[in-house]
C-alpha cells in the first residue's frame, strides 16, 4: 500500500489488500473508495465484497465507484461529491496505481463553472443615468 496525501481530507492509493484496511482504520481514515472493477486485476486482486465486508467490520464507510481506465464519466464524480458530503472525516480512494482515484478526486472538487445573472451578462440599460447622478454632484 503506497499512500499519497492529496490534501488534508482525500489519499490515494494503489490496490489495497483486506489487511491494508486494518492499518488505514489506525490512522483514522472514515471513508474507503474502491475505483476499480472487480477482476481487473485477475484472481489476485481482492473482490470488492471482500474489502466492503472487512471496511464494515471495522467501523468504516466503503464504496465501489468502478471506473475503466481512461473512461471517467460524470456519474462518477457526482458519486464522489456525494460521498464526501455524507462522509466529512479522511478518506482514501484506491485503484491499480491510484491515478484514477486522483483524477475522479480532482473533478468532484472543482466547484462548477458559475454562470453569470442575466442582469450581470447585459449591457446595462441606464449607464447614463450613472453619470446624470454624478453630474449633480459635480454642480
Known amino acids: 500500500m503506497d499512500i499519497k496525501t ?9 490496490q489495497l ?3 491494508d484496511l486494518d492499518a488505514l482504520a489506525a490512522q483514522g481514515i472514515t471513508l474507503v473508495v474502491n475505483f476499480r472493477p ?3 486485476g485477475g484472481e489476485s ?13 471495522l467501523g468504516m464507510a466503503y464504496a465501489h465507484i468502478p471506473v475503466l481506465p481512461n473512461q471517467i464519466q460524470p456519474s ?3 458519486q464522489l461529491q456525494a460521498l464526501l458530503s455524507a462522509h466529512p472525516g479522511p478518506a482514501l480512494g484506491f485503484c491499480r496505481t491510484g491515478n484514477r ?3 475522479v478526486y480532482q473533478l468532484a472538487s472543482q466547484a462548477p463553472a458559475a ?3 442575466a442582469c450581470c451578462s447585459q449591457p446595462a440599460a441606464q449607464e447614463g443615468l450613472i453619470n446624470k447622478v454624478k453630474s449633480w454632484f459635480n454642480d
Open 6 to 14: 492529496i490534501d488534508q481530507r482525500y489519499s490515494i492509493s494503489d
Open 101 to 103: 482515484a486522483n483524477q
Open 115 to 117: 454562470a453569470k445573472p
Open 17 to 19: 489488500i483486506e489487511a
Open 76 to 78: 462518477h464524480v457526482q
Open 45 to 57: 486482486q481482492p473482490t470488492n465484497a471482500a474489502l466492503a465486508s472487512k471496511a464494515a467490520a
Open 38 to 40: 472487480d477482476g481487473e
